[in-house]
């Protein structure tokens, strides 16, 4: 079975600038996540979509963070403008979904560097 | 949601076992205990989950008592491979979202 795929895996990228982000979930995970990951700390959670709504976003900031996921499986978080603080690593995670305690397979990440 | 507590770091040798409890007062009777592993350069990967008393699979044991208001991760035997960040998390029913804290460094030494 296929694992969950991001690219890139790393990214460099000037401050103001903008990055996009991408994720293969595996195939049949109807709930997707996105997290954050500084260096040092666990991952938080930024977005979290069940198919192709919102669960909750209570964490992204929104002035600059967005996300979407187009037709339930495959999705994209976008940063612009790019801040120091958010060098971190990505990863993306997806899960069977519903109200079961299924657990998480998350992808490799992307690690995000911004200069 | 649920906070959980664990220690920042534990020293282990090839061959040991090792326990790492995480303490969760606060947890709701709907929540599950989970543990992930997460190596350098990974995403975190699912080691084991459970809701009371004992679960066991091929690589780890967890330990919940009665009150669940804890609940200890069993490692046997370690190898220097098992040297990673191991996470506790409680929650995972209905749409709860998983709330990591800053796990416990486990270094495995030779």
């Known amino acids: 079975e296929a694992g969950v795929a991001q690219s890139p895996r790393y990214k460099i990228i000037e401050k103001r600038q903008s990055v996009a982000f991408w994720c293969n979930p595996i195939s049949g995970h109807a709930t997707l996540y996105w997290y954050q990951q500084i260096l040092g700390q666990g991952p938080k959670l930024l977005i979290q979509f069940q198919n192709n709504g919102v669960v909750d976003d209570s964490q992204l900031p929104k002035d600059r963070f967005s996300a979407e996921r187009l037709k339930g499986v495959d999705s994209t978080l976008k940063i612009q403008p790019a801040k120091l603080e958010d060098s971190a690593v990505y990863l993306c995670a997806s899960s069977l979904g519903g109200t079961g305690p299924y657990e998480q397979y998350f992808g490799p990440g992307t690690r995000l560097t911004v200069t | 949601l649920a906070k959980t507590t664990q220690p920042i770091s534990m020293d282990s040798y090839e061959g040991q076992e090792v326990n790492i409890t995480c303490s969760h007062n606060?947890?709701?009777?709907?929540?599950?205990i989970t543990w992930y592993q997460q190596f350098p350069s990974q995403g975190p990967r699912f080691i084991i989950q459970g809701y009371k008393t004992k679960v066991t699979n091929e690589v780890a044991s967890l330990f919940i008592p009665a009150d669940r208001k804890s609940s200890t991760l069993s490692l046997p035997r370690v190898s220097l491979s098992d040297t990673a960040v191991y996470y506790c998390l409680v929650g995972l029913t209905g749409f709860q979202k998983l709330v990591f804290g800053t796990g416990t460094r486990l270094l495995v030494s030779p």
């Open positions: 606060n947890i709701a009777t709907n929540d599950y």
